[in-house]
């Protein structure tokens, strides 16, 4: 099957043919003729299924029936739960927007930056990118105005009710006006997304697609056993020896993925650390980096496990284990996406043999494991 059939503008179909998409992802062929149908969707999707090109393309054809956006009233809102998301989606909208015969303005609003820009460019903006605290905080200021809504995304719901942000969603819907396209994609049907589900979705599409467990099969896998003071050689000793370009290496404090990036820096590997403790700014700069290469080494906390595309990433480490397996799955689904091949490696303490042992159960998978004892590391 090909975009062609899928009901798709000609200037869109370029767009796909110079992104070199050839074939729409399952999510995509459910959910781009029913949202072109105005129906609502309710998409149980991972990132890596493809879910942010299913919205954003039928929703670039839609409005292009639609005027342009007067006096601070947005047409598409799109929630998120992350800066980093906010950006990376209004990026999709972007990209596939910029052939488009009549000018679909997008922008992304997040916090953590300075708010006076934002409310001077929200001027003329038909499609909002934003995640919910900025968003009311730009609503309260008079600088948005949501009551000519007509598409409402909620990208990741599972996680933005994880963050927190349940108040802040209710507040923000109960400024929508009634009739509007709902679309709701959330990696888990949990019970708080199904009341919001409930809530505001009328006859919704269903589409599940299981896509980062299918990743799972394109990921090879391994583990290290090693004591606590040898991970710093040992990461170094991969990352020289498999003369590693791209590594994103996970760790669980914010503590020690500073660490990390100092350790490598000292021995002549470069590094950036990228967590909740870093200045949005910095973080942008830290991952803009390492999508383009100047920087082998991204060191992440957990903030980076979900929703943050990285084209061809191949590998990830992770140098601590997290607590859930879920979230083992997240970081390792940072590779092994859109068809290509990654490898994903954890270093194992004695400590964390048997937390290990529950990870890989629930995963349904055993992984090879080496033992670094014998490895010259220095
Ligand atoms: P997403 O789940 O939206 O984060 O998308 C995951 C990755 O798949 C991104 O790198 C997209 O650019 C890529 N992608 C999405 N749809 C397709 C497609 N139909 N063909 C090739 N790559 C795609």
């Avoid at 299924?49 to 292009?64: D, E, F, H, R, W």
């Avoid at 929508?176 to 979705?201: C, G, M, W, Y």
């Avoid at 003369?243 to 590997?269: C, E, H, M, P």
């Amino acid at each position: 099957m090909s975009f062609l059939s899928l009901g798709l503008a000609p200037s869109l179909l370029r767009a796909l043919d110079n992104q070199n998409y050839i074939h729409p992802y399952p999510i995509q062929k459910e959910a781009i003729p029913a949202i072109l149908n105005r129906k609502d969707i309710l998409g149980i999707a991972k990132t890596g299924s493809g879910k942010t090109a299913s919205y954003v393309l039928p929703i670039l054809m839609n409005c292009q029936g639609i005027n342009v956006s007067k006096n601070r009233h947005i047409n598409v809102l799109v929630l998120v739960p992350t800066r980093e998301l906010a950006v990376q989606v209004r990026e999709v909208f972007h990209l596939f927007g910029s052939e488009l015969p009549k000018r679909v303005k997008s922008m992304a609003v997040y916090g953590g930056v300075s708010i006076n820009p934002q409310m001077i460019a929200l001027q003329g903006v038909n499609i909002l990118v934003a995640t919910p605290g900025r968003l009311l905080e730009l609503v309260n200021s008079n600088a948005v105005h949501l009551s000519c809504i007509d598409t409402l995304v909620l990208d990741e719901a599972d996680k933005m009710l994880n963050l927190g942000f349940e108040d802040e969603m209710k507040r923000i819907l109960a400024l929508l006006p009634t009739k509007r396209q709902n679309l709701l994609f959330s990696a888990t049907l949990s019970d708080n997304v199904e009341n919001i589900h409930q809530l505001f979705l009328h006859n919704p599409v269903i589409i599940k697609i299981d896509a980062e467990d299918d990743n799972i099969e394109l990921i090879s896998q391994s583990a290290y056993f090693v004591s606590d003071e040898n991970k710093g050689p040992l990461l170094r000793y991969l990352i020289k020896s498999k003369d590693l370009k791209q590594v994103l290496v996970f760790t669980s404090s914010v503590y020690k993925a500073d660490n990390v990036v100092d350790k490598l820096r000292k021995n002549g590997i470069v590094a950036l650390a990228i967590h909740s403790k870093r200045s949005q700014n910095a973080r942008t700069t830290a991952l803009a980096k390492f999508k383009t290469g100047k920087i082998s080494v991204l060191v992440a906390t957990d903030l980076l496990s979900r929703g943050i595309d990285i084209e061809f990433l191949p590998y990830v480490i992770n140098y601590e284990l997290p607590r859930s397996p879920k979230d083992y799955i997240h970081r390792i689904g940072r590779t092994g996406r859109a068809e290509s091949p990654g490898e994903a490696i954890s270093f194992i303490t004695p400590d964390d043999k048997d937390h290990f042992r529950v990870i890989q159960k629930k995963m349904g998978k055993w992984v090879t494991m080496i033992d670094s004892e014998a490895m010259d590391l220095i």
